[in-house]
């Protein structure tokens, strides 16, 4: 086993803890209050930088270990109570956080920019009121966690002799971890001498060469305590059989005095050998290639789950071995039997499938907790009180969609913030109070999951949007629009309705994204408004990408899926309720709108049963808030079908989202609505139209 990789598998453990410990500090920052701190708060927060330091330590990070020492002395005096708790203070904390995270960043290639680490060490030290020296990693290597004291400091520390008893189980090498790289962080604080025992009885020919036979008595010399030699060893504690006990040190006692082995315990086995450590040449660890192949690839899964898998797998091997007494003499009186046997199977086939559906679910928590901090550093630049309610963070979400879903949500997050909240002054003149509040809320409704930003600010000046629209070309100057149209109209590419370009807003960027993101997922966003009211986005999603609620339709002998997200409803039409535009396309007329006809048929040159629209049926459909009527010969039914994707083996295909196999093993392509209604426009040589067009 490669001492590298087993050196950058601990590394990347790591760089995954320490970033949960930086969402630890973030969160308990964002959540003191001003003045005196919760001494609970302070302590996680305190405990989370130090572990960030002597993990850095202990792996060679020396950049980021001396960067947290400043961050921790700061904070310990927060925790003592020897400082306040300033916003100044706060704000310090909270960029240093993202430094560090910065700078774990960096360790993807290599290299750790210092730059911002240097400017934030000496705002730190201004706050502290002195300015630091630089602190050797030999001087502050895993400090003990009860104190912010150096751990060498000699007035702290008295000069003593240790006697070590290191005994590792035997896997200790099977979960990475190398005693010889604990005895040289010893040897960097002090004088070490190693001796190293082997076990009574060895079977040569039963030896696994991946196991430690080996355990250890040390004798340490050096200024430094019981708990940093203890923090040296916390990795493996629960790995080995440890004791640490002082031994005297007498004034007369001469260098070669201090080497007798007599000094060991006596109840410590007689060493068979004497080990010397070598010194250690480079202490950082190849960490490139792990983050590179490592990253995203792991999930945190509650064993509660785990064992309900386990259950399952054990139910659905009774049923496997109910149906393999059918395999072989079978009579029809047996039918019954197998027919039950057959029903059960498909119960654990299901269970099973929700279980394993289960295992990939994530809290929405794991997005929401972004968004504190966003909303007090945006709210805090645009002179704005806003309160931030989380509501639903235990929804469950698949992995994959909850990693697409953040970016979309930070939008809509900073457009309530920007356009929607007014100012304090604003607000106490509408007779508002002072602080608006911001909601993010998620639950469950259906196979779907719903997530709501609600504002109550301003709402939208549908005067304006319309105007805006206007001047831009988008709306005619006669044409009319309903409140949800004019709602639409934010979704567009380019349009915005601030007059003046800020960071935040005014590029006309980032609406249209928005939909088009989450109509990439499955879902769809909608937005209803009340003017001095409040404003609320609304996001539907699949709870998994990789199973979908479809709606079996068939066109010739072909036969697609279509979502049941997608679907608003199915009609059938005559031929006097259809028109013709310019000769290219056709609408129907649908109650109050006409809504455009997309032929698949023609779109994907298939034959059909008949191109007379009353022999047909029309799936209304909808996306990127646009409605088209699909004209396919029939309907069949709905069912749940497995995703798979297309472009693993051949290209990505215009209009087709994936393809599914059927219970009689034929193929399904499964249709991607927004594709149709953009190859219908590209055909037809149409503009994409407004939602609905009122009749």
């Not at 060895?202 to 019981?226: A, I, M, Y």
């Not at 969609?401 to 920007?418: A, F, M, Q, T, Y």
């Not at 031929?575 to 007329?589: D, L, N, P, T, W």
Request: proline fraction near 4%; include cysteine.
């Amino acid at each position: 086993m490669s001492i590298d990789v087993n050196m950058a598998e601990i590394a990347q453990l790591f760089i995954e803890e320490s970033l949960e410990g930086l969402d630890i500090m973030e969160s308990g920052l964002l959540n003191l209050d001003l003045g005196a701190a919760d001494p609970e708060t302070m302590n996680s927060i305190f405990r989370a930088a130090h572990s960030i330091k002597g993990g850095g330590a202990t792996f060679g990070f020396t950049e980021i270990s001396e960067f947290a020492h400043h961050v921790e002395t700061l904070l310990d005096e927060m925790r003592q109570g020897q400082r306040a708790v300033t916003r100044e203070g706060v704000d310090l904390m909270l960029q240093s956080v993202d430094c560090i995270r910065e700078m774990i960043a960096g360790l993807a290639d290599g290299t750790i920019d210092t730059t911002r680490s240097a400017e934030l060490e000496v705002e730190l030290a201004k706050m502290l009121g002195e300015v630091e020296p630089a602190v050797s990693l030999q001087d502050e290597v895993l400090t003990a966690s009860s104190g912010g004291s150096a751990p060498n400091d000699p007035q702290t520390v008295e000069h003593r002799v240790w006697a070590i008893r290191f005994e590792p189980l035997p896997k200790i090498f099977k979960s990475c971890n190398d005693p010889l790289r604990m005895f040289r962080e010893l040897q960097s604080l002090g004088d070490l001498e190693v001796h190293a025992q082997g076990v009574d009885e060895l079977d040569f020919e039963q030896l696994d060469p991946e196991e430690c036979h080996l355990n250890w008595t040390l004798e340490f010399q050096g200024k430094v305590s019981r708990e940093q030699l203890e923090e040296i060893f916390a990795w493996v504690l629960d790995e080995c059989e440890l004791s640490i006990e002082p031994l005297a040190l007498e004034a007369e006692i001469d260098a070669d005095d201090l080497k007798r082995t007599d000094r060991v315990p006596a109840e410590s086995p007689e060493p068979v050998a004497k080990v010397s450590v070598p010194k250690a040449v480079s202490k950082k660890p190849a960490v490139k290639s792990v983050v590179s192949t490592h990253e995203n690839t792991s999930i945190r899964v509650n064993i509660d789950k785990v064992d309900a898998l386990i259950n399952l797998v054990g139910e659905l091997v009774i049923t496997q071995s109910m149906l393999s007494r059918f395999s072989g003499d079978f009579d029809f009186t047996q039918l019954e039997g197998l027919r039950e046997g057959l029903n059960q199977l498909s119960r654990n086939t299901r269970d099973i499938q929700e279980s394993v559906l289960g295992i990939r679910m994530l809290p929405m928590s794991f997005a929401f907790s972004r968004f504190p901090r966003l909303v007090r550093d945006t709210g805090h630049a645009l002179g704005k009180k806003v309160e931030l309610r989380l509501v639903g963070e235990n929804t469950e979400l698949d992995k994959t969609v909850l990693e697409k879903i953040g970016d979309p949500l930070v939008h809509l997050v900073r457009n309530s913030l920007d356009h929607g909240l007014e100012t304090p002054e604003q607000r106490v003149a509408a007779g508002k109070p002072e602080t608006g509040v911001l909601e993010l809320n998620a639950y469950h409704e259906g196979g779907n999951i719903v997530i709501e930003v609600i504002d109550d600010g301003a709402g939208i000046n549908k005067d304006k949007v319309l105007s805006k629209a206007r001047e831009s070309g988008l709306v005619g100057p006669d044409e009319q629009l309903s409140d949800e149209q004019i709602n639409n109209l934010i979704f567009r590419a380019g349009f915005s309705t601030v007059d003046q370009v800020s960071d935040l807003s005014g590029r006309g960027v980032g609406m249209d994204v928005v939909r088009r993101n989450i109509s990439d997922l499955g879902g769809n966003v909608s937005l209803t408004s009340e003017s001095g009211v409040g404003s609320k986005f609304t996001i539907r999603l699949p709870l998994t990408l990789a199973i979908l609620d479809g709606q079996l339709v068939r066109v010739g002998k072909e036969s697609y899926i279509i979502s049941l997200v997608s679907i608003v409803e199915t009609i059938q039409t005559s031929a006097e309720k259809v028109s013709e535009i310019a000769g290219q396309s056709e609408v129907f007329r649908l109650r109050d709108e006409y809504l455009p006809i997309l032929r698949l048929h023609d779109l994907f040159d298939v034959p059909a049963d008949s191109d007379e629209i009353a022999d047909g049926l029309l799936v209304v459909a909808e996306a990127n808030g646009q409605r088209v009527g699909i004209f396919v010969d029939d309907l069949q039914e709905q069912q749940q079908v497995v995703i798979k994707s297309l472009e693993a083996n051949f290209r990505q295909m215009q209009g087709i989202s994936g393809a599914t196999i059927l219970g009689d093993g034929r193929i399904a392509l499964i249709l991607d609505v927004q594709g149709l209604i953009q190859m219908f426009h590209e055909k037809t040589g149409q503009v994409p139209v407004l939602p609905a067009v009122t009749a």
